[in-house]
């Protein structure tokens, strides 16, 4: 693994790129995990995974989270995260070992969201792979968060973190997951983000910038599958998060997909076994059909 920095619109990105021991040049994939992550988390885990079958790897930290510059920080912001993705898919092109005219995209959780909408608008990407998606509008907005009152008080929240925001520079923050904490962007006891032998790293800080709701409830994540015409594979579960979301994804899709349904939580898929495995085999084989 080597440690690399690139630019998007003016900010310095660090990312890790993993190379297979190989002669190059050879197919490149970039690859993100869920919302608030640190490549540590996830992405590096099925970029190594990756690189020990002759892809290269690159997994990144976005605008304002991890090692990358930026602010403010540990923003969600679903526009500036597609668009740092077609700045890493533009690093990766240019490497050396990589064949330019061989990348692929994968998306864990939230970056599938991202690296769909990258896709939908990026001819430098010719395969996507994603990977416990979620994918969401405003109708499964609705169904994740309680209903239409339970999201609108959220956007108002933001609205007025990010107001607050604009006139003190001061980000209003809440914790992404713990039940002790009614605010919580995720108000529940959840394992792979609190566990430091799994998600709750030190490099993770466990914080979201409570003006997020805006454009993260508002952004349509399906609509652009009717923009996608490069194949595209998805792996998920019924007892995953949102399944329903997958599925219209899925079905709306331009070009050729493909769709293993298989077991497991959502966060099983994030480092556990054979979730992993079975998810890294599925995106291999599709990315060798397809780069």
């Not at 790129?17 to 690859?31: I, K, N």
């Not at 290269?56 to 500036?80: M, Y």
Request: proline share 6%; aromatic share 10%.
């Amino acid at each position: 693994m080597t440690k690399v920095e690139f630019d998007s619109a003016g900010v310095k990105l660090v990312g890790n790129l993993f190379l297979p021991d190989t002669e190059g040049p050879v197919p490149g994939v970039v690859v993100a995990g869920t919302w608030t992550s640190v490549k540590e988390m996830m992405a590096d885990r099925y970029a190594q995974r990756l690189a020990e079958r002759g892809y290269a790897a690159l997994s990144f930290d976005f605008t304002g989270f991890g090692e990358s510059d930026g602010s403010p920080r540990d923003v969600e912001s679903p526009e500036r995260k597609i668009s740092d993705i077609g700045s890493a898919v533009g690093f990766l092109a240019a490497h050396d070992a990589v064949d330019a005219d061989r990348i692929g995209a994968l998306g864990i959780c939230a970056a599938a969201m991202y690296m769909s909408g990258n896709a939908a608008r990026d001819p430098r990407v010719k395969a996507l792979a994603l990977v416990a998606p979620w994918l969401h509008d405003a109708a499964v907005c609705e169904q994740a968060y309680g209903g239409p009152e339970e999201v609108a008080a959220k956007i108002e929240a933001g609205r007025t973190a990010r107001a607050r925001f604009e006139e003190t520079g001061e980000v209003d923050y809440v914790p992404v997951v713990g039940s002790a904490e009614e605010q919580a962007a995720m108000p529940y006891e959840i394992d792979f983000y609190l566990n430091p032998e799994r998600g709750g790293i030190p490099l993770w800080p466990n914080r979201f910038a409570v003006m997020s709701w805006v454009d993260w409830l508002t952004h349509d994540s399906i609509a652009p599958a009717s923009r996608i015409a490069q194949p595209t594979v998805l792996v998920h579960s019924e007892d995953a998060a949102i399944p329903e979301g997958a599925r219209r994804f899925h079905a709306g899709l331009a070009g050729p997909k493909d769709f293993l349904w298989t077991q497991g939580s959502q966060f099983d898929f994030y480092d556990q076994e054979p979730q992993v495995t079975i998810a890294i085999d599925t995106v291999a084989a599709h990315f060798a059909r397809t780069l």
